[in-house]
């Protein structure tokens, strides 16, 4: 059996060349000649690079000019929160996506509003078919290249959870309502994922973001890339770095036990002088961090005082109403300006402050939460 092999790379900075030429090491003609290729990055929301709430557009080019060195046709694309090509390609210019697709001359594929395709999935337990968009089904390879950061709601937002992408526009928020805990969330990512899997994962992780991802944790400098033909034994290889068990992180470990992608007898090539210490500290979500020490029925106990909700940074909204748009099951309403959650509907998935193009939503935390955290 051939174990899965997991290549990672160190650099320091985005700027100078280097990320190109850690990259071009690792593909080969074989991989692209004559194929039409499709890069799918983390395009979240439009928000600028220095944010790290998407793959930084600098990782992107470096690969869309090798795969055309290489002989392939390529293709950026993605659907963002929301709906919509006026939204897409908001998204696209703050990321400074559209531009490497303009600078390179290629085509940047907005997956809302394309026509769809029905596709069964075989073993799935939350959708057993989905519509996926023909402008992706096209494609030969798939290259995915997520951010490494955290989620509140999944604990972690890697390469697999990256593919969700793929999901036109409001269409995602229904994943959400139709599987609205972390372990049904996960079971609902895996059927998709069984669909959509990348032929490669390049993951950038040269500023990452920790704490209270995806959209308003903290950047950290972790000055590493990723890269594997097995997504999740990618992510297992990231998540044991930053201290996690795979198998405390749900869409991980749902992954493997169907047998959609390893977590073990990783083969880890380490193409610079082995010192992590980089990682050491990686602070994840306060429900996992406290699951490696209190027990599930304890936490289950204690959770009224662990939980997290949604509150308006009244400052920071510009009343746009795009918080109700992405809500998938009603909890937002506006009797003032401002938005107002209804806690009982809600159920933390926080699509709310993903949708926020003013990160004006924050996650505010009950009196244990506040404490540990």
């Not at 290549?7 to 000649?33: A, Q």
């Not at 010192?275 to 406290?290: A, S, W």
């Not at 304890?298 to 997290?308: E, I, N, T, V």
């Not at 806690?343 to 996650?363: D, N, T, V, Y």
């Amino acid at each position: 059996m051939i174990r899965p092999r997991v290549e990672i790379y160190r650099t320091e900075s985005y700027e100078g060349g280097p990320v190109r030429d850690i990259l071009r090491s690792y593909f080969t003609r074989e991989d692209f000649y004559g194929k039409k290729v499709l890069l799918k990055p983390n395009m979240l929301q439009a928000h600028e690079p220095g944010r790290n709430v998407t793959t930084h557009p600098v990782v992107v080019k470096a690969v869309a000019e090798i795969v055309m060195e290489l002989g392939g046709e390529c293709a950026i694309g993605d659907s963002p929160s929301g709906w919509g090509r006026k939204n897409a390609l908001e998204a696209a210019g703050k990321t400074g996506l559209l531009k490497v697709a303009e600078e390179m001359g290629i085509k940047f594929e907005i997956f809302d509003g394309s026509p769809t395709r029905q596709v069964k999935i075989k073993g799935g337990t939350v959708y057993r078919e989905i519509s996926l968009p023909e402008n992706y089904l096209k494609y030969d390879t798939v290259i995915n290249l997520p951010k490494l950061k955290t989620h509140s709601l999944t604990v972690f937002t890697l390469g697999v959870k990256n593919m969700m992408g793929v999901v036109p526009g409001l269409a995602k928020s229904i994943f959400h309502k139709r599987a609205p805990h972390p372990e049904k969330f996960a079971c609902a990512i895996a059927d998709l994922y069984s669909v959509v899997k990348p032929d490669f994962t390049v993951m950038d992780a040269i500023e990452a973001m920790e704490g209270d991802g995806p959209v308003n944790g903290r950047t950290r400098k972790i000055n590493r890339i990723f890269c594997s033909a097995e997504t999740n034994a990618l992510d297992a290889v990231v998540e044991k770095m930053c201290g996690a068990d795979p198998l405390s992180v749900p869409i991980t470990r749902e992954v493997y036990e169907r047998g959609l992608g390893k977590i073990n007898n990783i083969d880890i090539i380490r193409h610079y002088k082995e010192n992590d210490r980089e990682f050491d500290g990686f602070r994840v979500p306060l429900v996992p961090r406290l699951g490696r020490f209190i027990p599930r029925f304890a936490l289950g106990m204690f959770s009224p005082l662990l939980d997290r909700y949604p509150r308006v940074e009244r400052q920071n909204c510009t009343y746009c109403r795009k918080c109700a748009e992405i809500c998938p099951v009603d909890a937002v309403s506006f009797s003032e300006r401002i938005p107002e959650f209804n806690l009982k509907k809600c159920i933390r998935c926080f699509c709310c402050g993903e949708r926020c193009p003013e990160s004006a939503i924050a996650e505010k935390k009950r009196l244990l939460a506040a404490i540990f955290d």
